[in-house]
């Protein structure tokens, strides 16, 4: 079982920049997909990243793509998601997601077996 801890979310203006981080428990961080989702009020959970378990395949739909920046440190367990040019538009609840082995595509949120609780970005116009 992997346990997931999502930090770093707030309020920020237009244009400005946060720095999600993931915590996860377990040996085997190493070894897992890792992704970012976000849910606005009244909408559907959607992808915003993903990266493989070495790091060396990032994902990133066009509505993020050149502003949001996933990584990861599979020696402290951290997976982060790094925004920057911040539009109103991109206040959602952000999910942190893992996946030991997964059929699905990345961008899938069937492709995830352990999600955090959410941490709240809110980007004021």
């Known amino acids: 079982q992997v346990q997931l801890v999502e930090s770093g979310g707030g309020l920020v203006q237009a244009g400005g920049s946060l720095r999600l981080s993931c915590a996860a428990s377990?040996?085997?961080?190493?070894?897992?997909?890792m992704g970012w989702f976000r849910q606005a009020p009244g909408k559907e959970r959607e992808f915003v990243a993903a990266i493989s378990s070495t790091g060396s395949t990032t994902y990133y739909p066009d509505s993020v793509k050149g502003r949001f920046t996933i990584s990861r440190d599979n020696t402290k367990n951290t997976v982060y998601l790094q925004m920057s040019s911040l539009k109103p538009e991109d206040t959602a609840v952000y999910y942190c997601a893992g996946s030991s082995s997964s059929p699905y595509y990345p961008t899938a949120i069937r492709g995830y077996d352990y999600w955090g609780q959410g941490t709240q970005v809110t980007v004021s116009s």
């Open positions: 377990g040996r085997t961080f190493s070894s897992y997909r």
